[in-house]
């Protein structure tokens, strides 16, 4: 499949291909890309890795965005999903309905329908993501009892 990807991407006249993994779930493992000739370009907190395949050495190194600012997230609890996946809308749906039910928080869900929405998340999984006060609780997808336990915590 990765080399389907790098085909298609040279025929396309690209300059190269890029991936983000990390150790956690959900992600791919870097040790497919390596194996396949990507170098890691940049890091994003926690633990994002950039890889890229260049095919001219030229071009320039793709990056992450820098400001990753959870201000405009405001008070309350915040759910960002996309429609990525099945996974998502369920795991989205059970902390929505979690936190009306055992915590009295009704939920802003915001969707992501582009890549610009994308590009403005406040992680660089910019799938789904939970916020709480403007504080990140969850860059990947959680269940519903993970919730809970951070939210026992918190409140």
């Known amino acids: ?3 389907a990807c790098l085909e298609d991407a040279k025929k396309a006249c690209m300059s190269g291909v890029a991936v983000m ?4 779930p959900w992600m791919a493992d870097r040790r ?4 396949n000739e990507f170098e890691v370009v940049d890091t994003a907190p926690p633990d994002y890795e950039l890889l890229a395949r260049k095919f001219d050495s030229r071009a320039a190194a793709p990056t992450f965005r820098k400001d990753w600012s ?16 099945p996974h998502i809308a369920k795991f989205a749906a059970d902390i929505a309905e979690t936190a009306e039910n055992e915590y009295r928080i009704t939920p802003t869900v915001i969707d992501l329908k582009s890549w610009s929405d994308a590009q403005e998340a406040p992680t660089p999984y910019a799938v789904f993501a939970v916020l709480y006060n403007g504080q990140l609780l969850a860059d990947h997808q959680i269940s519903r009892t993970r919730f809970r336990n951070i939210m026992n915590k918190l409140v």
């Open 21 to 24: 993994v990390r150790d956690g």
């Open 70 to 85: 959870r201000a405009q997230y405001g008070r309350g609890l915040t759910i960002i999903r996309s429609g990525q996946c």
């Open 1 to 3: 499949m990765v080399g």
């Open 32 to 35: 497919l890309f390596l194996a």
